[in-house]
């Protein structure tokens, strides 16, 4: 390790799992200027200007999620779409996200932040695809900056040739407003607080010539693609239909290969899973989002087969209600468990989806979600003390994930807190709360 002393050790863990190398029970993270520098045992702390007394924690990487949408926790739990699928859903909730604005979209995003770095997550994707107002996803990242996060913007749309809703766009619109995000805020070095992706909300929602062109445009910037894709049945007619080729062929077609991920995928079927693989493809599973609106959760018995790279997203609050990473793996675990035995999935496997494979699916494979030294020192340290854990002494782990909900003690985002003692760093959330309120009953009671 360098000779020069570090700026911030975390240390007297119960135990370290850092996702990259083996656990260290009761020992000590260390890092300079944001960095990982050494994980070691108990015993030989190297000095540090900061040190974090870990006592009776799990320490783990930060959460890392790969799918969200900031602004649907304005319409958080909507009585009168609660009984609603997928469609019926999107077609009651669209009209009143077309009311987002600048101030929306700052205060949601800023609460979202809040609500995500509380539970553990220290970098997001955000796939914002309605755009009623110009400049929003830079409101986005205007509140990433204030909280703390790492935020990885998806510069989501909805073709207006396809679907003349409000928020929808041109495809001249669309490409411009993308150039510019790229240019004026997609920073691909590591340890990057954005990265911007682009791409339609959905195959339905483009014409088929604007793909390419978003991928020659990712590609000039060193970015990467996202979008919704298998989370309704019958996806590969309607690409058949609408396209003339079924989805993931049209997305290699299109240039999308080893430079996407999709989000859902619980429609994926074997042949599916082994194109995405094939085209080194990423799919980000959302199980809370995908169970409440009725449908199925995605395969990942098919995926793991295939391998298809997994990371684990919240999905938007509109339709998951909760945006913990935690809960999510935690359902996962759930339904792998009921689908394939209690042998075939465990609570580390479930760690994995959101750390070091959501990160696999933002193209920060090797920087974020794993406690290594040339990592990004973003880590947690849980609070596993108290009723909920007694008893548990055996694995961290399982602890982790079976007993709680854990309660983040520190969330540390290069290393700089943004939650410290359970509590966020950032000023304002009491105000910020207050406002969101305010918009979130105007929005609802039109
Ligand atoms: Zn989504």
């Known amino acids: 390790m360098d000779p020069q ?42 000095a540090a200007t900061e040190v974090v007394d870990a006592r009776g924690a799990i320490v783990t990487p930060g959460l890392v999620n790969a799918h969200h949408h900031l602004f649907q926790n304005l319409t958080r739990a909507h009585a009168d779409s609660s009984a609603c699928t997928l469609g019926p859903w999107l077609e009651m909730l669209r009209p ?22 509380l539970a553990g997550c220290t970098t997001t994707g955000d796939n914002l695809y309605l755009h009623p107002a110009p400049g929003l996803v830079e409101e986005t990242l205007r509140a990433a900056a204030e ?6 913007p998806t510069r989501g749309y909805i073709d207006r040739q396809r679907l003349d809703v409000r928020g929808a766009e ?54 990467r693609l996202s979008l919704h894709l298998f989370e309704e049945a019958g996806e590969n007619d309607r690409a058949r239909e609408v396209h003339g ?20 995928g619980n429609h994926v ?3 599916d899973a082994a194109a995405l693989a094939a085209a080194g493809i990423g799919l980000a599973h959302c ?23 997994v990371g684990l997203g919240t999905d938007g609050a509109a339709s998951a209600g909760t945006s913990q990473l935690w809960l999510e793996a935690r359902t996962a675990l759930l339904l792998q468990r009921q689908h394939r035995g209690a042998d075939a999935f465990g609570a580390r496997r479930a760690l994995e989806l959101a750390t070091t494979g959501a990160a696999a699916c933002l193209g920060r494979a090797g920087e974020v979600g794993g406690l290594a030294p040339g990592m990004q020192a973003d880590l947690v340290v849980w609070e ?63």
């Not at 985002?413 to 509590?423: E, I, L, N, S, T």
Request: net charge negative; aromatic share 4%; charged share 20%.
């Open 170 to 223: 041109d495809a001249d619109a669309v490409l411009e407003a993308s150039r510019t995000l790229l240019e004026e805020w997609h920073d691909p070095a590591p340890g990057s607080r954005c990265r911007v992706s682009l791409g339609p909300t959905a195959l339905p929602a483009t014409r088929t010539e604007l793909l390419p062109e978003l991928a020659a445009l990712a590609a000039e910037h060193d970015a």
């Open 269 to 271: 079927d074997a042949a």
């Open 96 to 117: 009143v996200w077309a009311l987002l604005d600048r101030e929306t979209a700052y205060l949601s995003a800023w609460i979202g932040l809040a609500d995500l770095a």
């Open 384 to 446: 596993t003390s108290g009723p909920a854990y007694a008893g548990a002494v055996t694995d961290p782990v399982e602890t982790w994930l079976r007993c709680g909900p854990p309660r983040a003690r520190h969330t540390i985002v290069g290393g700089r807190a943004v939650v410290r003692d359970g509590a966020l760093v950032a000023d304002g959330l009491d105000e910020h709360l207050d406002l969101h309120r305010k918009h979130a009953v105007a929005w609802q009671s039109r």
């Open 245 to 264: 080729r079924g989805a993931v062929e049209l997305l290699v077609d299109s240039g999308w290969a080893d430079r996407a991920w999709i989000a859902h």
């Open 5 to 46: 002393p570090l700026d911030l050790l975390i240390r007297n863990a119960g135990h370290v799992v850092t996702m990259i190398g083996p656990d260290v029970p009761g020992g000590w993270v260390g890092c300079r200027a944001g960095v990982v520098q050494a994980v070691g045992p108990a015993g030989s702390e190297p």
């Open 147 to 152: 909280v703390g996060l790492r935020l990885d």
């Open 287 to 309: 199980p809370s989002s995908n169970l409440l609106l009725g449908g199925p959760a995605a395969r990942l018995d098919l995926l793991d087969d295939a391998g298809v790279a």
